[in-house]
C-alpha cells in the first residue's frame, strides 16, 4: 500500500486548505484511514481518523469544528478539509492507514501504511 499526500501549502491565519490523500491497494475501501500532523520540536499528533464505514469520523479536540476528513472510495482518496486555520497548525501532516478491517483510531501505533507528508505553514 503506497500513500500520497498533497495540497499543503501557505496560508494566513482563517484561511482554508484542502489535503488529499491518494492510496494504491486493493484494500482501501476496507481499511481506516487518518491524518496525523508534526510540528518542529513537537511529537507526532493524531488530527482526524475516518472508519472503513464512511460515518465513523473522529478528531482532535484542538481541530473540532475546523478540520473535516471525508472519504471516496471510488477514487481511493482521503480528504482533510481545514478551515479557520491558525498558526498552531503550522506542520508536516501525515495520512496513514490500517490494515484491512482495522478500526477507527487515535493511535499512530494502530498505523500500518504511511504517505510521505506535506508542509502546511499558516502566518499570523
Known amino acids: 500500500v503506497q500513500l500520497q499526500a498533497s495540497g499543503g501549502g501557505l496560508v494566513q491565519a482563517g484561511g482554508s486548505l484542502r489535503l488529499s490523500c491518494a492510496t494504491s491497494g486493493r484494500t482501501f475501501s476496507s481499511s481506516a484511514m487518518g491524518w496525523f500532523r508534526q510540528a518542529p520540536g513537537k511529537e507526532r499528533e493524531f488530527v482526524a481518523g475516518i472508519g472503513w464505514s464512511l460515518i465513523n469520523t473522529r478528531y482532535a479536540d484542538s481541530v473540532k469544528g475546523r478540520f473535516t476528513i471525508s472519504r471516496d472510495n471510488t477514487k481511493n482518496t482521503v480528504y482533510l478539509q481545514m478551515n479557520g486555520l491558525k498558526p498552531e497548525d503550522t506542520a508536516v501532516y501525515y495520512c496513514?492507514?490500517?490494515?484491512?478491517?482495522?478500526?477507527?483510531?487515535?493511535?499512530?501505533?494502530?498505523?500500518?501504511?504511511w504517505g510521505q507528508g506535506t508542509q502546511v505553514t499558516v502566518s499570523s
Open positions: 496513514a492507514a490500517r490494515g484491512q478491517y482495522g478500526g477507527n483510531s487515535n493511535r499512530a501505533e494502530d498505523y500500518d501504511y
